[in-house]
């Protein structure tokens, strides 16, 4: 696979990573929905879930490393076991369902949250366990769907004006369990393998680059901006993600 990439198309790769991977060590979400819908230019389908999976995993456990101390692990408990219950069951259908109405869908939900959320409305939520575990079960059933796993957990917290620092935590260390029992399942149906992987091992000094420049971010964006900055990138990046599969279809 990696030899199958020209120049040109490596270095657009090498660009997509880094500023996806900036944004995701940041905000501790929007790898995929800055990444895949660019992907989706230059590689196949298939290719770019096999791609970003490790890549996400392994950010997030950079971003754990840096948040260990403040992961509140009752809240992050509930998510993984509803995401981990509900994801190898949707990695069997990653391969039966239509990626395009798939991509629309999520999107749409995604952006109408999203805006929702935007305009200053909060949604009376009293039982938030109940709500935890029912965004970690949609979490669990998107990642191996869709490359997509932080945008429902992380509108809920924004919803609930969790603060920056607990809420970087608590998305980590869920999506860390996530993306491993994920990413396990991908290799038993053979989605990841050692080409993937191969390429995986050459954006690892991209995301080192990613990391500094998140580090320097952080230092600059408080919880109201952090917040903000969650809710605009995931509705932007699902509006891009639309754009980008109704170029490829023309």
């Known amino acids: 696979m990696i030899l199958d990439y ?6 657009a790769i090498i660009a997509i990573v880094l500023v996806a991977g900036t944004i995701k060590v940041t905000l501790g979400v929007g790898f995929a929905l800055v990444a895949t819908p660019l992907l989706l230019l230059v590689m196949d389908a298939d290719a770019v879930v096999a791609f970003i999976a ?16 403040h992961v509140p692990w009752r809240s992050a408990i ?15 259908l990653q391969t039966e369902l239509d990626p395009d109405t798939l991509q629309v869908t999520i999107s749409l939900i995604i952006i109408s949250a999203g805006v929702i959320l935007l305009s200053g409305v909060k949604f009376s939520i009293k039982n938030e366990t109940s709500a935890l575990i029912v965004a ?3 979490s669990g059933a998107l990642f191996p769907l869709a490359g997509i796993s932080g945008p429902p957990v992380a509108l ?15 998305l980590a260390a869920f999506l860390v369990v996530l993306e491993a ?21 050459m954006m690892l000094p991209v995301l080192a680059v990613a990391v500094v420049f998140a580090t320097i971010l952080l230092r600059h964006i408080d919880s109201d901006r952090y917040r903000k900055a969650v809710t605009g990138v995931i509705v932007s990046s699902a509006a891009l993600g639309l754009i980008s599969l109704i170029v490829s279809s023309l």
Do not use: H, Y
């Not at 490790?54 to 101390?69: A, S």
């Not at 990413?183 to 050692?194: K, N, S, W």
């Open 6 to 11: 020209e120049l040109a198309t490596f270095i």
């Open 54 to 69: 490790p890549l996400i995993f392994l950010q997030d456990i950079i971003i754990l490393r840096q948040t260990w101390k």
């Open 156 to 170: 809920l917290l924004v919803n609930q004006r969790w603060e920056m620092t607990t809420m970087r935590a608590v």
């Open 78 to 92: 509930f998510l993984a076991i509803s995401a981990i219950i509900v994801a190898p069951f949707a990695a069997l």
């Open 181 to 201: 029992v994920t990413i396990i399942t991908f290799a038993l149906q053979g989605v990841v393998d050692g080409e993937s992987l191969a390429l995986d091992a």
């Open 136 to 138: 970690g079960g949609i």
